[in-house]
């Protein structure tokens, strides 16, 4: 009798953790390797790679789902975008997300923004069921997606017209078009969603835009003319912005109030996506040419570790 | 000059009743004018509306005796430009014309023009139409660089590029048959992939270096004109020879060099056609040195008759037109 309800005492416990909004995070960074064909999985304390799923044709973006529940991977040759859980590392599910389905970010709603690069197009898909709920026509070669977090506003880049489209949500309606420099590649808002930050890669800058105006309040151009400047991050507390310096090899590291370059941090070949901890002390970049990710300490701006991934690693999301 | 409409005679106000009329008279007549000067701006105002509302037009012409992959370059550059456009109230449009009717090019407005002639004739046209940015699409000869034409601007690569990237090739490779080529249908670098699909789906052909060449000029240009609204040909062809930065789906920051050759790589192809790789050749050349495969200086008896040079911001310099 005894053992009979403690039995169930557990079992009522066990249903009632089972049942949380939200899992404990898995302290693992998961990195899309775009021709190999597969995810890298690295645990989050030894910063070693501890598993590999492969997850279809070309996996580029990669994203977690708000609850941290659901692992999203864009597969673009396979027009899907494929679940996984990233507990088990288990395919859960996939859905057909338009042409080319790229990179894309996740909304506090949990619906998932897409840029279709072949398509002229953003798309917005709820994960849950597969179901597209709206199109949005944009630029050509659309690639960045950026959302403030208070879910108002995504940006989407548009890499061969040279354009930020605003989109208001949950109108969906394009309520700016900022012309920026050539190949503009991604996007971050601060946190109040009051500024944005755009590389462009042929052109090689960097700019501030006002997102109450839409104006260009402050650009830098980066000097190394093969750098192709690509992702973009702000420090935890937003004084500073990372950015991935595509072919020169370094994250620039900049004042994030006058653009000034404070430091060049030399990572591995080819940088282009880049991921901050919660806690704002750790930065991963995936380098695609030399096939590893960088662990970089954001207290002192060096290089910890460098981790050998799959071929040409391109997306990174930390779980934590 | 805008005729004067002709005011209609005052009437009497509808909910005036007969009566009061002829005491009201004046009164009347006040209220209908202003009434009518009322309707009468407004009309006026939404004729400005409608006017401001209605997209900025460019026009391109094109002079090509042949109907062939510069015209549908120019062509997938226009639709590209047109959808650019669509965000910016902006619309752009291509006119063809054969070489012996470009007198009718004059007077038209057009931003730029685009030549797919042999290198005579090329240089015929630029001459005529010196205050216009000139595009030579095909014409390869390496005088008409050294020519050094303040307005004729040079997409496809010279002669000299040509043997200096097939030169690097050979230094690396040993002495197999190449061809070199500035566009190839099967790049897929640089969002190379993502024009030949474009271009592939529009015309159902794969895009050749011709095609490349037109569309490159119509992009770059229009790239220009969504920042700078200012349609003057001559305020575009200083803006082109100046201030490019022009991201032709090859993977760096295009520009014209002093002598009007756009500076890009080159691709090599084996003698089937399929893609070798890409020039400035890695290990013979630094990467992206671009200026190591062939660059001509304008000819001698043209520098000594030019004026001083202004520098320019980054360094680069530019010939003043001749007046």
Redesign the interface.
Known sequence: MKRLICGCVFGALFVLLLGQASIAATNRIFVTNERSNNVSVINGSTLEVEATINVGDRPRGIGLSPDGKELYIAASEDDAIKVVDPVSLKLLREFKAGSDPEAFAVHPNGNIYISN??D?KATVYDPATGRQIIEIPV???PEGVAISPDGTQVIVTS?????L?VIQVPEHR?VA?V?V???PRAAVFNRAGTLAFATS????EVKKVDMRSYKIVAKTKIAD??AKPKDVLLSKDEQRLYVAGGRSNQVLVLDADSMELIKNIPVGKRVWGLAMSKDGERVFTTNGVSGDVSVIDTGKNVVIKTITVGKFPWGVVIDD | MKEEPVMPPATPHPSSPPGHLCRAGKTVKIAVARRILLAFSLFITAGLQYSLAAPQTYRFALVTDRQDDVMSGAEQGISEANLQGRFLDKQYTLSRYASADTGDISGRDYVAILAALPARKVLALAKAFPDHAVFNLTAKSNKLRTLCLPNLLHVIPSDKMYAGARRQWHEKHGKATILVSAWHPDFVKFAARDLNKRYKAAFNKPMDERAWAGWAAVKMTSDHLARDDDDNPAAVLTALKTGLAFDGQKGLSMYFRGNGQLRQILLVEDKSGELLGEAPVRGVAAPNDVDSLGVLSCARERQRDQRVRPPVPDGRTIPIPRR
Not at chain 1, 159 to 163: G, K, L
Not at chain 1, 201 to 204: A, T
């Open positions: 690069e072949d002229a630029g050509l070669e890499e061969s017209t040279n354009m489209h394009i078009n012309l420099g050539a190949r890669e042929i052109s090689g003319d093969t």
